[in-house]
């Protein structure tokens, strides 16, 4: 029999008392979140307390065959909500708090290791599930309703230790520009959809180029095209191509940030500006930092990431230079020929714009030789988490210089020609 205390920690747990409280948007919406998931499983503690339970105890017959098999479809249903809300956490907020403290601090690591956790017993759940079925005996399902009441007590637990300590933590150490910067990236993530262009997906997750390159996908020069056209193209079944994705990238994914064609030049600017080069600027000397701390400490068990650490300094470099040439020549030059069409104006940005263009095809060069030094960032088996840290910041980086690329290459400087 299920442990009634146990069952009821978990379904009456309901967070702190929020009201009044103002955290951020972004925050403020993983709160919300783990409200929502506090009130699912509630109902879901109750579905698995009732398989424990002796006949007596029930209101009339059970069906336990499809007593589990309703409990499972649930908890699957839940388990992709909760990957979901996982995920924002890993992607967006915790790369934010290594700015200001170490990959291995305790707050960081603590809340990764919990989201592990809370995987694992997720995943023995459905195993032990799978085990069970299709058996009509309360006694072999019933281990499997204990598996998923150990996953909701500790989901419970995890969130009311971000919303005790985290989160409160995050309100007072992050400038008031980061948080800007995380409810921007909040806003970007959505559901996959075939409309989606190919530019977009492999921004929104990084991951996704790998399948993209698989299939001869141009992310790049190609990105353009939706996901529907691009598999038209590479002559695949468009549903085979968003199954795909959706295995590589856990459904999570970005909706166009503008619609491009339709927002002035001045705009654009001011977004390569605000987004691009602020993401840069706080990037590249991270990367710098983590590369060469795994040079230092794990060079001989990591021989690739003197030469990796090397490319990186030369992408600071040059990124450094184009970015100050960008903000402090070419885009004040784009607002003053929006402004006025100036033909004076216009004929600078043309004199500037080989010299933009070759350190385009630069970063792109550089781009595919830490791609080929880090095999297609495979991270090494037992890798140490400095590592992992850096090969997923690299494919994040190659994803927004791509989106930054393109945005110059193919929208800034033809608008400028037309």
Same mark, same amino acid.
């Given at each position: 029999?299920?442990?009634?205390? @146990?069952?009821?920690?978990?379904?009456?747990?309901?967070?702190?008392?929020?009201?009044?409280?103002?955290?951020?948007?972004?925050?403020?919406?993983?709160? #919300? +979140?783990?409200? $929502? !998931?506090?009130?699912?499983?509630?109902?879901?503690?109750?579905?698995?307390? =009732?398989?424990?339970?002796?006949?007596?105890?029930?209101?009339?017959?059970?069906?336990?065959?499809?007593?589990?098999?309703?409990?499972?479809?649930? *908890?699957?249903?839940?388990?992709?909500?909760?990957?979901?809300?996982?995920?924002?956490?890993?992607?967006?907020?915790?790369?934010?708090?290594?700015?200001? !403290?170490?990959?291995?601090?305790?707050?960081?690591?603590?809340?990764?290791?919990?989201?592990?956790?809370?995987?694992?017993?997720?995943?023995?759940?459905?195993?032990? =599930? $799978?085990?069970?079925?299709?058996?009509?005996?309360?006694?072999? =399902?019933?281990?499997?309703?204990?598996?998923?009441?150990?996953?909701?007590?500790?989901?419970?637990?995890?969130?009311?230790?971000?919303?005790?300590?985290?989160?409160? $933590?995050?309100?007072?150490?992050?400038?008031? #520009?980061?948080?800007?910067?995380?409810?921007?990236? @909040?806003?970007?993530?959505?559901?996959?959809?075939?409309?989606?262009?190919?530019?977009?997906?492999?921004?929104?997750?990084?991951?996704?180029?790998?399948?993209? %390159?698989?299939?001869?996908?141009?992310?790049?020069?190609?990105?353009?095209?939706?996901?529907?056209?691009?598999?038209?193209?590479?002559?695949?079944?468009?549903?085979?191509?968003?199954?795909?994705?959706?295995?590589?990238?856990?459904? #999570?994914?970005?909706?166009?940030?503008?619609?491009?064609?339709?927002?002035?030049?001045?705009?654009?600017?001011?977004?390569?500006?605000?987004?691009?080069?602020?993401?840069?600027?706080?990037?590249?000397?991270?990367?710098?930092?983590?590369?060469?701390?795994? *040079?230092?400490?794990?060079?001989?068990?990591?021989?690739?990431?003197?030469?990796?650490?090397?490319?990186?300094?030369?992408?600071?470099?040059?990124?450094?230079?184009?970015?100050?040439?960008?903000?402090? %020549?070419?885009?004040?030059?784009?607002?003053?020929?929006?402004?006025?069409?100036?033909?004076?104006?216009?004929?600078?940005?043309?004199?500037?714009?080989?010299?933009?263009?070759?350190?385009?095809?630069?970063?792109? %060069?550089?781009?595919? +030789?830490?791609?080929?030094?880090?095999?297609?960032?495979?991270?090494?088996?037992?890798?140490? #988490?400095?590592?992992?840290?850096?090969?997923?910041?690299?494919?994040?980086?190659?994803? +927004?210089?791509?989106?930054?690329?393109?945005?110059?290459?193919?929208?800034?400087?033809?608008?400028?020609?037309?």
């Amino acid at each position: 029999m299920i442990n009634p205390p @146990l069952a009821y920690h978990v379904a009456i747990t309901s967070g702190l008392d929020h009201e009044g409280l103002y955290y951020g948007r972004t925050l403020d919406t993983f709160i #919300r +979140e783990h409200d $929502m !998931m506090r009130e699912q499983i509630a109902g879901l503690v109750a579905s698995a307390a =009732v398989l424990g339970m002796p006949d007596s105890g029930r209101r009339g017959s059970l069906n336990v065959t499809a007593a589990i098999g309703e409990l499972y479809r649930h *908890v699957r249903a839940f388990t992709r909500q909760w990957e979901f809300h996982s995920y924002q956490e890993d992607q967006i907020l915790f790369p934010v708090l290594i700015k200001y !403290m170490s990959i291995d601090s305790v707050p960081i690591t603590a809340m990764e290791e919990e989201h592990r956790q809370i995987r694992t017993a997720l995943a023995k759940f459905s195993e032990q =599930v $799978m085990a069970s079925t299709p058996s009509s005996n309360p006694a072999a =399902v019933l281990p499997a309703a204990e598996l998923a009441i150990e996953a909701f007590r500790l989901i419970t637990d995890h969130f009311d230790k971000e919303e005790r300590v985290l989160f409160p $933590m995050v309100q007072t150490m992050l400038t008031e #520009r980061d948080m800007e910067l995380l409810d921007k990236k @909040l806003e970007a993530i959505t559901m996959i959809a075939s409309e989606l262009t190919v530019l977009e997906v492999a921004a929104a997750y990084p991951a996704s180029v790998e399948l993209f %390159q698989r299939y001869g996908i141009s992310y790049c020069c190609g990105g353009g095209k939706t996901l529907s056209e691009a598999a038209g193209s590479a002559g695949i079944a468009e549903e085979t191509l968003l199954e795909e994705l959706r295995s590589v990238c856990r459904n #999570r994914w970005t909706e166009p940030a503008a619609e491009w064609d339709e927002i002035g030049l001045s705009e654009l600017t001011a977004y390569l500006a605000d987004m691009h080069h602020s993401y840069l600027k706080s990037e590249l000397p991270l990367l710098v930092e983590l590369s060469g701390k795994i *040079v230092r400490k794990h060079g001989e068990r990591y021989p690739s990431m003197e030469a990796v650490h090397e490319r990186i300094g030369e992408l600071e470099g040059l990124l450094g230079r184009q970015m100050e040439a960008e903000e402090e %020549q070419l885009f004040p030059l784009v607002r003053e020929y929006e402004a006025s069409r100036s033909s004076t104006a216009l004929e600078r940005i043309v004199r500037l714009h080989p010299a933009f263009e070759a350190d385009n095809r630069t970063t792109s %060069q550089i781009l595919s +030789e830490i791609r080929g030094l880090t095999d297609n960032y495979a991270v090494p088996e037992k890798a140490c #988490r400095s590592v992992a840290m850096t090969y997923r910041k690299l494919q994040e980086l190659e994803a +927004e210089l791509y989106i930054h690329i393109h945005l110059e290459n193919n929208l800034l400087f033809p608008r400028l020609a037309q």
